[in-house]
């Protein structure tokens, strides 16, 4: 077994992908730690939309490192969490459902190493140009769409 850690920066089309052993709080404070170290260290805030599971919390920040280096991180992030049953909002879920398709297939790939060479061979085939996400899902289309979880406010 495996865990993917996927970010997607939509305006840029780069694509960041961490294999871990699995999918803990502490796994994802080390790869949130990353995307604030490495990925956007110049960053006053990075807006981060994704699932609401329970390792995708600030407090797994403050479980992880010390207090002072918990709330530097967390003081970069600005999080929006998709509602349940449509993660297919959160594109980094398209960014998974492209890397299977792409690069995993449903193929069984025997050892993290080869499926970390698999990944990062699949990145480095996007890096000259990476696809643009041209997200066209409105706030109108939201509310059709997903009306039970939104409701309209009338206004008389």
């Given at each position: 077994m495996a865990s993917l850690f996927l970010l997607l920066e939509p305006l840029t089309g780069v694509c960041h992908v961490k294999v871990t052993e699995r999918h803990t709080k502490k796994d994802w404070a080390l790869f949130i730690r990353d995307l604030v170290?490495?990925?956007?260290?110049?960053?006053?805030?990075?807006?981060l939309v994704m699932d609401n599971l329970s390792t995708h919390k600030k407090a797994a920040l403050y479980e992880v490192f010390p207090p002072q280096e918990a709330k530097r991180i967390a003081d970069k992030l600005d999080i929006h969490f998709t509602?349940?049953?449509a993660s297919w909002l959160n594109m980094a879920e398209i960014g998974f459902n492209i890397l299977s398709r792409q690069c995993l297939g449903h193929r069984r790939i025997p050892t993290m190493e080869k499926l970390t060479k698999q990944v990062n061979a699949w990145l480095r085939s996007r890096q000259d140009n990476p696809p643009v996400v041209n997200w066209q899902f409105t706030t109108?289309?939201?509310?059709?769409?997903?009306?039970?979880?939104?409701?309209?406010?009338?206004?008389g």
């Amino acid at each position: 077994m495996a865990s993917l850690f996927l970010l997607l920066e939509p305006l840029t089309g780069v694509c960041h992908v961490k294999v871990t052993e699995r999918h803990t709080k502490k796994d994802w404070a080390l790869f949130i730690r990353d995307l604030v170290d490495k990925y956007f260290p110049e960053a006053d805030t990075i807006t981060l939309v994704m699932d609401n599971l329970s390792t995708h919390k600030k407090a797994a920040l403050y479980e992880v490192f010390p207090p002072q280096e918990a709330k530097r991180i967390a003081d970069k992030l600005d999080i929006h969490f998709t509602p349940k049953h449509a993660s297919w909002l959160n594109m980094a879920e398209i960014g998974f459902n492209i890397l299977s398709r792409q690069c995993l297939g449903h193929r069984r790939i025997p050892t993290m190493e080869k499926l970390t060479k698999q990944v990062n061979a699949w990145l480095r085939s996007r890096q000259d140009n990476p696809p643009v996400v041209n997200w066209q899902f409105t706030t109108s289309d939201a509310r059709i769409k997903l009306r039970r979880l939104y409701p309209s406010l009338q206004t008389g």
